[in-house]
């Protein structure tokens, strides 16, 4: 959604829960680095689609959902990707959903967040 925003200024907002931001950081992580060993081409393809490097193009609103408990190894490219969003003046929220537990009460106040977040936006959607 990240990357889409990026190229088309038709999409007016997103919403992205736990998404990597970081390609490099993603491609240096454990799970990939066997693969980037096996394809060393990949490292370049991953950090060509990869939303920091194009944040400058971003435009819409971002909503940044964060979950510490199932992916907390995500957090600092997450949290840095946060922070060049506001040092570039884009409008970015992230919550941290740490108090929300993973069952349907959870996912049912993620949405009901995710449409106040929407509702807050008004016409410009």
């Known amino acids: 959604a990240l990357l889409l925003a990026q190229a088309d200024r038709r999409v007016r907002a997103?919403?992205?829960?736990?998404?990597?931001?970081?390609?490099?950081?993603?491609?240096?992580?454990e799970e990939v680095r066997f693969l980037v060993h096996l394809r060393p081409d990949l490292k370049g393809n991953l950090l060509l689609r990869s939303p920091m490097a194009g944040l400058e193009r971003l435009r819409c609103p971002l909503l940044l959902y964060h979950d510490t408990v199932i992916h907390g190894g995500n957090f600092e490219s997450l949290d840095l990707f946060y922070m060049q969003c506001l040092r570039f003046?884009?409008?970015?929220?992230?919550?941290?959903?740490?108090d929300v537990n993973s069952d349907?009460?959870?996912l049912g106040l993620r949405t009901s967040r995710t449409l106040a977040w929407l509702k807050s936006l008004g016409g410009r959607l």
């Open 104 to 106: 349907h009460a959870g």
């Open 14 to 29: 997103v919403v992205a829960f736990d998404t990597v931001t970081d390609m490099a950081a993603y491609a240096a992580s």
């Open 89 to 98: 003046q884009k409008e970015v929220t992230m919550i941290d959903t740490l």
